[in-house]
């Protein structure tokens, strides 16, 4: 089901890349916003399983005491994804940097109070998620309606499928 929905997405990216379609970045917007909430969501659900002892800790520790946070991967992210949409110009590529664009939003906003705190203690880490989930519920209303659409049009079954 969902390989034939992303393939489609790619299609219609790749349409409106060649074609100059001014609605190619709300296209764009909508693999994003997926990437960032299924990343945020499952950062924050390992993040859980970790502090309460359910897995190991899954991060690197270059010295006792001192470990990299998944927020650093997610800038890092960000960064090779701002590149990537600079040089790239096929609409394949764009669709992927899309992805990786929302996957490195969300491994940052996961962790967006320890951007000002820069602090591991449970007050910084848990108490900013009402301000991650309010800005991905107001960029999902955003591009709920173009999604939609595209939903209906991509899905592979009833009128709208192929």
Not at 87 to 116: P, S, T
């Amino acid at each position: 089901m969902f390989p034939g929905i992303f393939k489609k997405m790619k299609e219609g990216i790749h349409r409106k890349v060649e074609t100059g379609d001014p609605g190619l970045y709300i296209s764009m917007a909508f693999p994003i916003l997926f990437a960032f909430v299924l990343t945020f969501i499952g950062s924050r659900l390992i993040g859980y399983l970790i502090t309460y002892g359910h897995i190991p800790a899954l991060y690197l520790e270059p010295s006792p005491g001192l470990h990299v946070h998944h927020f650093i991967y997610g800038i890092f992210i960000l960064f090779a994804a701002g590149y990537l949409a600079l040089v790239v110009k096929q609409a394949r590529a764009k669709f992927w940097v899309a992805l990786l664009l929302g996957f490195g939003m969300g491994l940052a906003m996961d962790e967006f109070g320890m951007w000002l705190r820069l602090r591991d203690d449970n007050i910084v880490r848990w108490s900013y998620d009402g301000f991650n989930i309010t800005i991905g519920v107001f960029l999902f209303i955003l591009t709920f309606r173009p999604g939609i659409k595209m939903l209906k049009r991509l899905w592979p079954f009833g009128k709208g499928g192929a």
